[in-house]
């Protein structure tokens, strides 16, 4: 990233839920929005409903509106007593209903949409990095096929994998945003680290894609064939 470049991030936390009239996951995201990500990270938060309908509509409208760099979803996770680093998000299964008592439509996210679809994050290695720094996560494949599987597929498909889900304990002394918001902002600065050559190596990709072998090919009008040495 160049030393003015400034990128937008968007963070998002959960709505009331059951017993949890304030989410914690919100909760998170409003102390993520106050202590910043560092220099030219810009934070976009925004709180998601715990419906199926409501979070769809939320969380494509940001995509194609706020167009982030990088989308990072939080969620709670009831008896945990760690954080969850979550690798896919599925696309079928969701039979349980929402708080406004509704269920998916072949309980399905995006119709036609892959089975399962990845973070570009590596979430297996960025948690092996962040214990060896002492940090206590777990890497995961399975959000739960409630709203926060839900909301991540649903993040992945439009941003092109360009997201990440973290369950957060529900309650207990790390759900408190005294100790929850400084460990986040320390996982979320390590996935911004592996996600800057990441978009560096796509970046240069693209532009090969796009600049002629032979420029006096390119404005002969002639086709390149690709059998040139």
């Given at each position: 990233?160049?030393?003015?470049e400034v990128s937008v991030v968007l963070l998002t936390g959960f709505g009331p839920f059951r017993e949890y009239l304030v989410n914690p996951?919100?909760?998170?995201?409003?102390?993520?929005?106050?202590?910043?990500?560092?220099?030219?990270?810009?934070?976009?938060?925004?709180?998601?409903?715990v419906s199926y309908i409501k979070s769809l509509q939320v969380i494509v409208g940001m995509w194609e509106t706020v167009n982030p760099k990088f989308a990072i979803h939080l969620g709670?996770?009831?008896?945990?007593?760690?954080?969850?680093?979550?690798?896919?998000?599925?696309?079928?299964?969701?039979?349980?209903?929402?708080?406004?008592?509704?269920?998916?439509?072949?309980?399905?996210?995006?119709?036609?949409?892959?089975?399962?679809?990845?973070?570009?994050?590596?979430?297996?290695?960025?948690?092996?990095?962040?214990?060896?720094?002492?940090?206590?996560?777990?890497?995961?494949?399975?959000?739960?096929?409630?709203?926060?599987?839900?909301?991540?597929?649903?993040?992945?498909?439009?941003?092109?994998?360009?997201?990440?889900?973290?369950?957060?304990?529900?309650?207990?002394?790390?759900?408190?945003?005294?100790?929850?918001?400084?460990?986040?902002?320390?996982?979320?600065?390590?996935?911004?680290?592996?996600?800057?050559?990441?978009?560096?190596?796509?970046?240069?990709?693209?532009?090969?894609?796009?600049?002629?072998?032979?420029?006096?090919?390119?404005?002969?009008?002639?086709?390149?064939?690709?059998?040139?040495?």
């Amino acid at each position: 990233m160049d030393a003015d470049e400034v990128s937008v991030v968007l963070l998002t936390g959960f709505g009331p839920f059951r017993e949890y009239l304030v989410n914690p996951s919100w909760q998170a995201a409003q102390g993520l929005e106050k202590v910043g990500l560092g220099e030219n990270i810009n934070i976009y938060i925004k709180e998601v409903p715990v419906s199926y309908i409501k979070s769809l509509q939320v969380i494509v409208g940001m995509w194609e509106t706020v167009n982030p760099k990088f989308a990072i979803h939080l969620g709670i996770a009831p008896g945990s007593r760690g954080i969850s680093l979550e690798q896919t998000g599925k696309n079928h299964g969701y039979r349980d209903r929402d708080v406004c008592a509704f269920c998916p439509v072949n309980h399905c996210c995006i119709e036609g949409g892959s089975d399962r679809l990845d973070s570009i994050i590596d979430m297996r290695s960025l948690s092996k990095d962040l214990k060896q720094i002492g940090l206590e996560v777990i890497y995961s494949r399975d959000a739960g096929r409630y709203l926060c599987d839900f909301v991540y597929y649903c993040s992945l498909h439009h941003g092109h994998g360009r997201a990440a889900f973290i369950l957060v304990p529900a309650s207990g002394s790390l759900a408190t945003p005294e100790r929850l918001v400084p460990l986040l902002q320390t996982v979320i600065q390590a996935m911004l680290n592996q996600l800057e050559p990441l978009q560096t190596a796509k970046d240069h990709m693209t532009t090969v894609s796009k600049t002629p072998e032979d420029p006096t090919m390119a404005t002969s009008g002639l086709v390149h064939t690709g059998d040139d040495p």
